[in-house]
């Protein structure tokens, strides 16, 4: 992290971008996490989100680049051990870890920082839950029970076979790749996700780690896989991992672009 | 007799090389690994690595926070006031803002002199908003800014150890400390003076 101001300078060079960006438009939607101060309803500004996640090889760069971020090298506060435990060795991929295989193993300080480098930043929530409404056709394609079927069938999928490359599933709407189906995606604020409205009198002080579920209502109670991934990553420690958790980067459009 | 002067020599270098390293090299698990440039209340700027030496007490709030973050002030000064004066002396408190918005060190510096917090020992900080989620996340407080300004956040009161380790955390807050977690601050004072017996002599 102290060396990211140099990083910076090197983006052109870095190739950290993948598949490139795609433009946002943003705009209202209704998120799936009620909260009681905003009913649900949230307005974006215009973004870039990376077309697809992060690749090994990708991440392989980055960490040349920046070697304290190699698994030998990471401190154990910003990475548990098995950080990037599937890799051949510090600098080297191997069999199970392909090049166009999604990265994972990847805590959320790693992948800030990648995103960092980039000259990105990891996307919101909410912007990763907009993007996500999207089919191949509709802007919001939630409604549809037959998209929802589609989804929860990856979930259905038993997760220890090997991860598919990246860029495999049709585009959606914006263009965007792999927001359902291959791995789950870390976000920028994905430990604010469930800190409810009550915590804020200490009397409810005993209720807010895990019980903030309280202030959210789930209207959209047929969105299950959305809420699944709502409660993978409030459980998670900004150091953890999982075989199944990537990322990818976005840009605000006012400020990391040329 | 030279060859001996010599040898001397070099294992006294070993010996300060030794030394230094130990000094330089933060344990894996320190909060201070992070790189993150901070400002205290009084406009200096500072790396979270500057505050090895002395345990810490670490919270985060906001100044314009109306009902917990002046409870968490109370019970950092509860903490204190548990102590005695010795002991007190080598605990120092830093509480973090999680709002870089409307907290600038103005800010700080107001609410330093409301609080009438001792500069000596307590410090309000801000750093940017990256550096407060990356911060919130070391420490294992989880925050949400509101539509109306205001912030969900948990409240937790964090001991580190000299290196910044984490050594202890409770979330339960008030003018009469967590027993369990006062006992660790003790334990933390008492290892420090076993190993460090001339920091107070120090100028700070």
Redesign the interface.
């Known amino acids: 992290?102290?060396l990211?101001p140099l990083a910076m300078l090197m983006v052109p060079a870095l190739g950290l971008a993948g598949g490139g960006y795609v433009t946002l438009p943003g705009g209202s939607y209704k998120s799936v996490l009620a909260?009681e101060?905003?009913g649900g309803t949230v307005t974006l500004a215009p973004f870039e989100l990376m077309k697809r996640p992060v690749t090994n090889a990708e991440f392989l760069k980055f960490v040349r680049r920046l070697p304290q971020w190699q698994r030998d090298r990471v401190?154990?506060?910003?990475a548990e051990s098995r950080y990037l435990a599937h890799w051949a060795s510090a600098t080297a991929l191997g069999s199970a870890a392909l090049p166009e295989q999604p990265v994972v193993m990847v805590s959320?300080?790693a992948a800030?920082a990648y995103c960092?480098a980039a000259g990105a930043?990891l996307p919101t929530w909410n912007e990763w839950e907009y993007a996500a409404a999207a089919d191949a056709t509709r802007a919001d394609a939630r409604a549809d029970p037959a998209w929802r079927e589609q989804i929860l069938s990856w979930y259905a999928k038993p997760s220890n076979q090997p991860l598919a490359e990246v860029g495999q599933s049709p585009a959606n709407h914006y263009g965007v790749q792999d927001l359902h189906g291959l791995v789950w995606e870390w976000t920028?604020?994905y430990?604010?996700?469930?800190?409810?409205?009550d915590?804020?009198?200490?009397q409810e002080?005993d209720r807010?780690?895990f019980c903030?579920a309280g202030?959210i209502a789930m209207d959209d109670r047929e969105n299950y896989a959305v809420l699944m991934r709502v409660a993978l990553l409030s459980s998670m420690?900004?150091?953890n991992l999982t075989s199944n958790l990537g990322f990818r980067c976005a840009r605000s459009i006012d400020e990391g672009t040329p | 007799m030279k060859i001996l002067i010599m040898l001397l020599a070099l294992a006294l270098m070993v010996a300060t090389a030794e030394v230094r390293c130990a000094e330089a090299a933060l344990p894996q698990q320190s909060v201070y690994q992070l790189g993150d440039s901070f400002s205290d209340h009084n406009g200096q700027d500072f790396a979270l690595a500057s505050r090895r030496g002395k345990p810490q007490l670490v919270a985060m709030f906001y100044t314009s926070c109306r009902y917990v973050c002046p409870l968490i002030i109370d019970s950092a000064k509860a903490v204190e006031h548990s102590l005695d004066a010795d002991q007190r002396q080598h605990l120092q408190v830093l509480l973090i803002s999680m709002d870089p918005d409307r907290d600038d060190v103005a800010a700080l510096k107001a609410t330093a002199q409301a609080r009438r917090l001792d500069s000596s020992r307590w410090t309000l900080a801000r750093t940017s908003r990256d550096g407060v989620r990356r911060v919130a996340a070391l420490l294992g407080v989880r925050y949400r800014a509101l539509a109306d300004g205001e912030f969900n956040h948990t409240s937790a009161l964090v001991l580190l150890d000299i290196d910044g380790r984490v050594l202890a955390r409770t979330e339960k807050l008030g003018t009469a400390p967590d027993p369990a977690f006062m006992q660790q601050v003790r334990a933390a004072l008492g290892s420090q003076h076993a190993t460090a017996p001339h920091a107070g002599s120090a100028p700070d």
């Open positions: 992290m102290r990211l909260y101060d905003t401190p154990s506060v910003f959320w300080f800030s960092e930043r920028e604020d430990a604010s996700m469930l800190v409810s409205a915590n804020r009198t200490q002080q807010l780690q903030g202030a420690e900004a150091a």
